[in-house]
């Protein structure tokens, strides 16, 4: 793969390689998986019980698999209080934890660089939308993104395709073309499921997951420039 001289990123023959760069929210642009697990740690733990991060992170990335008001209300040692209460007690913690934060080391770059390149980005998340707009608008990245899918009642979270395959199609590029920046299996997962290359950057909660599925790992974003990684994935697709 080279870079043209229009900016372009483009393989030896010179069609062009990858057309947009495709980021998670959670975990990837902002470090919100830390702090949701940490709030609802502190909750159970309030309550006389506690889960395991292995139980913990077979959700991340999706809406199924851990269902933390089901499993507190299964293991709670005292009395919970009304749903919609514990509801908004967990909802002032993570506000009040979410303030300040800043974007994850090494998005700004990527997007700046994927831009150069003449790329567009997106955002696609299993999280609903106000959430995705809140947390895009507190690290001052709400103007960046082309596209923002998020899981809806017409759009399956993942690990299905469908938000992937909704991004591609609205900013026009084919699947096979872009390329996925994710931090979870159920993340890699539909990425691939929907054709798209994957890069997969592990965070603190799932850095013990097995991100096999991922065509490129890396430690974090800022370790790896984005043309540095739209290279080695283009020499591995090429294989």
């Known amino acids: ?20 760069v495709v980021f998670d929210l959670d975990g990837v642009i902002v470090d919100t998986e830390r702090i949701v697990h940490e709030v609802w740690a502190g909750t159970f733990a309030r309550y006389g019980c506690s889960f ?4 913990w992170s077979v959700a991340v990335g999706s809406d199924r698999g851990f269902d933390p008001f089901e499993v507190l209300a299964a293991r709670s040692s005292v ?10 007690e967990i909802d002032r913690e993570e506000q009040r934890l979410l303030e300040g934060l800043s974007p994850l080391p090494g998005i700004r770059a990527w997007i700046e660089g994927a831009n150069d390149l003449g790329m567009d980005v997106a955002v696609v998340s ?3 939308r106000p959430w995705v707009e809140g947390r895009l608008a507190d690290v001052g990245l709400d103007r960046h993104f082309v596209v923002v899918s998020c899981r809806d009642a017409r759009l399956a979270a993942k690990p299905a395709p469908d938000l992937y395959l909704d991004a591609c199609a609205r900013l026009h590029v084919e699947a096979r073309r872009a390329v996925a920046v994710e931090d979870s299996l159920h993340g890699i997962t539909a ?12 965070n603190t909660v799932t850095a013990g997951l097995d991100l096999f599925g991922a065509d490129l790992l890396v430690e974090s ?16 697709r090429g294989r």
């Open 126 to 128: 299993s999280s609903p």
């Open 1 to 20: 793969m080279v870079v043209t001289s229009g900016g372009r990123v483009a393989d030896r023959d010179g069609a062009r390689a990858f057309d947009a």
């Open 191 to 202: 990425a691939r499921a929907a054709g798209l290359a994957c890069v997969g950057v592990p």
């Open 221 to 236: 974003l800022d370790a790896l420039p984005v043309a540095e990684a739209l290279r080695r994935l283009s020499e591995r």
């Open 79 to 88: 009395p919970l209080p009304p749903l919609a209460e514990l509801q908004r």
């Open 52 to 55: 395991t991060l292995e139980e």
